[in-house]
């Protein structure tokens, strides 16, 4: 079955840096690539997603990246602002025809966004 | 209320116990989830319902018993557990076919 790893566990970074956190994954059939962040008690809520048939995809301040020949993708943010705090979770799944397989999620990454 | 609510949001019973974890979802999904999420664990996919249908028990032990009345219902109902099934549980929701979960609060366990 399909394995997330995720790297770091644990991000600090100044307001107003980028940041990256990347994730490889096991099952080369896996097409699609969700980011989703969850702040401190709250839920973890979609942020930015990419299909394997686009390379990069953004939306303002954050950006997916994907490399399918290395199985890897990457959540880039930049001007980070303290907002951004939390933490992000990566996950893969295949999807194929009408069907979905199931969301396999890595460890996550706590960011911190000092001021 | 819209969006997907989870009660009771916090939750401490002893191994002997026996409770209920409840999710409802206001959004017309006709896929719903349970996740469970431990520190420094990926977010550990337990069960599937779809059209009220279990789809997917993902090796849990049966002192978990999820039950689906309804798409808008979902319901986890615990008994003896043990202090390593404290957690946070999450209930999603999904449209068949679309890629998106929606997540609940989650219900924070503790096992005494």
């Known amino acids: 079955g399909e394995n997330v790893e995720q790297h770091p566990s644990t991000l600090s970074v100044q307001e107003g840096d980028s940041a990256v956190i990347k994730c490889t994954y096991s099952?080369?059939?896996?097409?699609?690539f969700p980011w989703y962040k969850q702040e401190l008690g709250k839920r973890p809520q979609l942020i930015i997603d990419i299909r394997s048939n686009v390379g990069e995809k953004k939306d303002q301040r954050i950006a997916v990246t994907l490399n399918k020949t290395a199985k890897h993708f990457s959540l880039h943010i930049t001007e980070t602002q303290p907002e951004d705090s939390a933490v992000y979770f990566c996950?893969?799944?295949?999807?194929?025809?009408?069907?979905?397989?199931?969301?396999?999620f890595g460890k996550g990454t706590k960011l911190s966004v000092k001021p | 209320e819209t969006g997907v609510t989870q009660t009771p949001r916090h939750l401490v019973m002893g191994m002997t116990n026996k409770k209920s974890l409840k999710c409802e979802q206001h959004l017309g999904h006709n896929a719903m989830y349970w996740y469970k999420q431990s520190a420094k664990k990926p977010l550990e996919l337990m069960f599937v319902y779809n059209f009220k249908e279990q789809t997917e028990n993902n090796s849990v032990p049966s002192r978990f018993s999820p039950e689906c009345p309804n798409s808008s219902h979902l319901f986890l109902h615990l008994h003896t557990l043990q202090p390593e099934d404290s957690a946070l549980y999450l209930c999603?929701?999904?449209?068949?076919?679309?890629?998106?979960?929606?997540f609940g609060e989650g219900s924070r366990l503790t096992v005494l």
């Open positions: 996950a893969a799944k295949v999807e194929y025809g009408g069907s979905q397989g199931n969301l396999i």
């Open positions: 099952d080369s059939a896996s097409n699609y």
């Open positions: 999603a929701s999904s449209q068949p076919g679309e890629r998106e979960l929606f």
